[in-house]
């Protein structure tokens, strides 16, 4: 499936623990836009696991994918990188064949 790394574990339960109601899951997933045809999406998940979604947890906390981004995401890993010109969630894909010029989309 995907990991994320111990810096994307620690970032993503800080950002956790600011929200109110506290999220059940971290939903990663694909969807379709962007110039390239897709882009990642990362929120909470406050409700049930659905039937659809494989869920799994990384150092206490549950991530959930859905069947559908699951072939988009397996074996990518996610990080989170602090540099000068901006910090962010930074996902390493090896399903992506091109990026778009601006780095926010992609295709397989």
Known sequence: MITLTPEAV?????????????????RVGVRGGGCSGFSYAMMFDSGEKDENDNEFEIDGLKV????????????CEVDYVEQ?????????????????????????
């Open 64 to 75: 959930r994918v859905d069947n559908m981004s699951a072939m988009y995401l397996e074996g």
């Open 10 to 26: 620690a970032k993503v339960k800080e950002i956790g623990e600011q929200q109110n109601p506290k999220p059940a899951a971290l």
């Open 84 to 108: 000068l010109d901006g910090s962010g969630f930074k996902f390493n894909n090896p399903n992506v064949r091109n990026t778009c010029g601006c780095g926010q989309s992609f295709n397989v």
